[in-house]
C-alpha cells in the first residue's frame, strides 16, 4: 500500500507541521510546498496533503482523538492519511471494529497505512516498502521518514518544541519530552539522515528543540563505521570518555582489593594510549593515565572510609562523600561534555543520578556490571551469568546492545611460579557469604593450613589458620605464585570473581562452587574444579596436582588480559557510536575481518593432562 508514495515528490520542497506552540508562529517559506501535518495540526492547518495520527490522546486534552473522533475520521486532507498500530490498539480496546492488522475503514480509502508501536526502538527506515517507519517515541519521525521516501529535496519543520513540552493551545506542558529522551531520538535522527539522505536539506524554523540541529549537515561527514581495532590497517576514530572514579576510594594501585577502581584505573590507561580522549573523575590523589584527571573528592570527603583495610565498605549510596561525589561531577562533566561523548559509570548505581542528569546529551554506560541491579541505557556485564541474573530478575528480553566484557588484570602485577607450597590460600572480603566458613571446613578436612588475606576477621580463629590481614598488591601477588590452590567458596552466584584470574595469571589452580561466573572462569579440570558438595571439594584438593600451572597460566593470558579487554572496549564503544553516528543495527562495515567480544580461547588438548 504504502509503495505507491515512492518518489512521488522527487526534487520538491516539503514541511512537517507538528504540534508546538511556534506553530501559531508559521509563515509559508516558500511557494508550493507539499505539506505534512500530525495530531492537532488539522485542526489548525486543514489545508494538508498528508496527515499522520499515532493514538487517541488524552481526554484531558479537549482536541485529542479520544474527544473528537468524528471530526478525525471526517478529516480527508488531499493525498493521504496514517494512523498509527498504537491508535488501533487502542481503539480494539473500547470495543472498536479495528482488526490489528488493517486502519480504520474510511482511511483505507484514501490509502492508510499502519505505523510502527513507538516503544520499539529507534530502527529508522529508508525502504517504507519493507520495513514501515519507525516511531521512535513520536509521530514526527514517521512523517519525517515518508516524506524522505517521497524523494522531496528539503524539509521544512514546524512546531518541534520539544524543550518545551507543550501543544499549541495548552498554558502548561502536557509531558516533559526532555525528560523522555525525545531530544535524543532527534539526534538519533539527526546523525541517521546524515548517512542515508545527505543532500536531502532539513530546515528547522522558529527553533526551540532543535536549535542547532541540522545546521551543520551539509558540511558533516558520518562516522566511519565500527572498525576492528586489532587490525592494524584499520582507521581509528578518536573516543571521548568520561569516567567516574568510586566515590569512597582512590583510583590508585593502593587500592587492590576493589576490583572496579583497578579496572578503572587500568582502562584509563590503555585507552589514553590508544589515542583516545579520556577525562578521570575521582579522588585528588588518583594515580591515573589519561588525558585530564578532575579531583572531585579528597581525604576530607571519604574520611569515614579512613579504615578501609580493615573494615567492609558499607555500600551506603546516600552518605556524604557520595553526595559530594555526585554533586561535583554533574558539574564537572557538563563543563567538558561534547555532544554524544561517553560517560562511564564504573560504580554502577552508585552513579545513576549523574547519568540520569545526563542522558539526553551523552552516551551513558555502566562499562563493567558485577553487581545484580542496574540502570544505564546501555551495559556491559562482567560475566553471561550476571547478564542472565539481569534479564530474568526484571523479566526483561534481550538487548542487542548490551555485551558481556570480562574483568581483565595487567600480567605485570603478577608473579607466575610452578612451584607450589602446600597450604590452601582464600583471598577477599572476609564474610560468610564469600564463603570463608566454608573455606575453613575444607582446608580441616583436607589436613591443609589455610591462608586468609583480606578485610575483616573472625572470631576464634582455628589454630590451622593464618590470619594476614589486607594484601597488597604486592603481598597479594605473592601468595597467588605460592598457594596450592586458591579456595573461593561464594555462597552467592559471584558476579565475576577477580582473584580467581589472578590466581590462573599466577599459575595457581582454583576450587570453586558449580554456579555464578565461576563456570565461566575455571575450566573444570583444566584450571581448577568447580565442586557441589564437601565430597567433591576434598577429592579437588587432594587431586589439586593434577592442574598444570603452566595452563592455567595460559588460559588468562589467552582471555583476561588488558589486550583482549582494550580490543572489546574499542569494538563494542564503536558499536555504540554508530547507533548515533551513522552506523545503526542494519549497518554495514566493509572494514571487518572478525568479530572482536564473545571468543574464548581454551587451552590445548594436549595440555589437558
Given at each position: ?358 542522558d539526553s546529551s551523552m552516551i551513558v554506560v555502566e562499562p563493567g556490571i558485577g553487581t545484580f541491579n542496574a540502570f544505564a541505557p546501555f551495559r556491559v556485564y562482567e560475566s553471561y551469568a550476571t547478564m542472565h541474573v539481569h534479564y530474568g530478575k526484571y523479566d526483561q528480553s534481550p538487548k542487542w546492545y548490551d555485551a558481556v566484557i570480562p574483568s581483565f588484570i595487567d600480567p605485570a602485577d603478577y608473579t607466575f611460579s610452578a612451584k607450589k607450597e602446600d597450604w590452601l ?185
Amino acid at each position: 500500500m504504502i509503495e505507491k508514495y515512492r518518489n512521488n515528490h522527487v526534487g520538491r520542497a516539503a514541511v512537517l507541521l507538528l504540534s508546538g506552540p511556534t506553530l501559531a508562529q508559521y509563515v509559508e517559506p516558500e511557494p508550493d510546498l507539499i505539506t505534512c501535518g500530525v495530531n492537532t495540526v488539522m485542526f489548525h492547518h486543514p489545508d494538508l496533503d498528508y496527515f499522520f495520527l499515532q493514538d487517541v490522546g488524552t481526554p484531558k486534552h479537549a482536541d485529542s482523538y479520544v474527544n473528537r473522533k468524528a471530526g478525525y475520521d471526517a478529516f480527508k486532507p488531499r493525498i493521504a492519511k496514517f494512523y498509527g498500530v498504537t491508535l488501533c490498539k487502542q481503539l480494539q480496546g473500547q470495543g472498536g471494529a479495528i482488526p490489528y492488522e488493517f486502519t480504520h475503514a474510511p482511511i483505507i480509502d484514501i490509502g492508510g497505512a499502519r505505523i510502527e508501536d513507538p516503544n520499539v526502538p529507534a530502527d529508522f527506515s529508508a525502504d517504507l516498502a519493507v520495513k514501515l517507519p519507525a516511531a521512535a517515541g513520536s509521530i514526527a519521525f514517521p512523517a519525517l521518514q515518508f516524506l524522505l521516501y517521497t524523494g522531496v529535496a528539503r524539509i521544512y519543520i514546524v512546531g518541534a518544541d520539544i524543550i518545551d513540552g507543550r501543544r499549541i493551545g495548552e498554558e502548561k506542558p502536557a509531558q516533559n519530552y526532555a525528560r523522555q529522551n525525545h531530544l535524543g531520538r532527534w539526534l538519533e535522527f539527526e546523525r541517521w539522515v546524515a548517512a542515508t539522505y545527505p543532500h536531502v536539506e532539513i530546515i528547522p524554523l522558529n527553533p526551540v528543540g532543535l536549535k542547532d540541529m541540522f545546521a551543520l549537515r551539509k558540511d558533516t561527514v558520518a562516522a566511519e563505521p565500527a572498525s576492528t581495532p586489532h587490525v592494524g590497517e584499520a582507521r581509528r576514530e578518536q573516543l571521548r570518555f568520561h569516567c567516574l572514579g568510586v566515590p569512597h576510594t582512590i583510583t590508585s594501585p593502593e587500592f587492590a582489593h576493589c576490583a572496579y577502581t583497578q579496572k578503572l584505573r587500568r582502562f584509563c590507561k590503555f585507552m589514553t594510549e590508544r589515542g583516545h580522549v579520556v577525562y578521570h573523575y575521582g579522588h585528588t590523589r588518583s594515580e591515573v593515565v589519561c588525558t585530564e584527571h578532575i579531583s572531585i573528592t579528597d581525604d576530607d570527603t571519604i574520611k569515614q572510609y579512613a579504615d578501609w583495610q580493615n573494615t567492609v565498605y558499607n555500600g551506603e549510596l546516600g552518605d556524604h562523600c557520595n553526595k559530594v561525589f555526585t554533586e561535583r561531577a554533574l558539574e564537572e562533566v557538563t563543563k567538558r561534555t561534547q555532544l554524544r561523548d561517553f560517560l562511564l559509570c564504573w560504580y554502577g548505581v552508585g552513579h545513576k543520578h549523574v547519568g540520569e542528569q545526563l542522558d539526553s546529551s551523552m552516551i551513558v554506560v555502566e562499562p563493567g556490571i558485577g553487581t545484580f541491579n542496574a540502570f544505564a541505557p546501555f551495559r556491559v556485564y562482567e560475566s553471561y551469568a550476571t547478564m542472565h541474573v539481569h534479564y530474568g530478575k526484571y523479566d526483561q528480553s534481550p538487548k542487542w546492545y548490551d555485551a558481556v566484557i570480562p574483568s581483565f588484570i595487567d600480567p605485570a602485577d603478577y608473579t607466575f611460579s610452578a612451584k607450589k607450597e602446600d597450604w590452601l590460600l582464600y583471598l577477599g572480603r572476609v564474610q560468610q557469604l564469600k564463603g570463608i566458613n566454608a573455606a575453613i571446613k575444607i582446608a580441616q578436612r583436607t589436613g591443609r593450613r589455610l591462608k586468609v588475606a583480606g578485610q575483616g576477621t573472625i572470631d576464634d580463629v582455628p589454630p590451622h589458620v593464618d590470619m594476614l590481614g589486607y594484601a597488597d598488591q604486592r603481598m597479594k601477588a605473592d601468595l597467588l605464585s605460592r598457594a596450592a590452590a586458591l579456595v573461593q567458596p561464594s555462597l552467592y552466584l559471584e558476579p565475576f570473581g577477580n582473584n580467581v584470574i589472578e590466581a590462573s595469571i599466577s599459575g595457581t589452580p582454583v576450587i570453586t562452587p558449580d554456579w555464578g561466573a565461576f563456570t565461566e572462569t575455571v575450566v573444570h579440570g583444566v584450571t581448577g574444579w568447580r565442586c557441589r558438595n564437601m565430597d567433591q571439594f576434598d577429592w579437588a584438593v587432594r587431586n589439586i596436582e593434577k592442574i598444570k600451572p603452566e595452563t592455567c597460566r595460559q588460559w588468562a593470558l589467552n582471555n583476561y588480559t588488558i589486550d583482549q579487554a582494550r580490543e572489546r572496549y574499542e569494538e563494542y564503544f564503536k558499536q555504540l557510536r554508530g547507533v548515533f553516528f551513522g552506523c545503526d543495527f542494519n549497518g554495514s562495515d566493509p572494514s571487518r575481518v572478525a568479530i572482536v567480544g564473545p571468543t574464548r580461547h581454551f587451552a590445548r588438548v594436549e595440555d589437558r593432562g
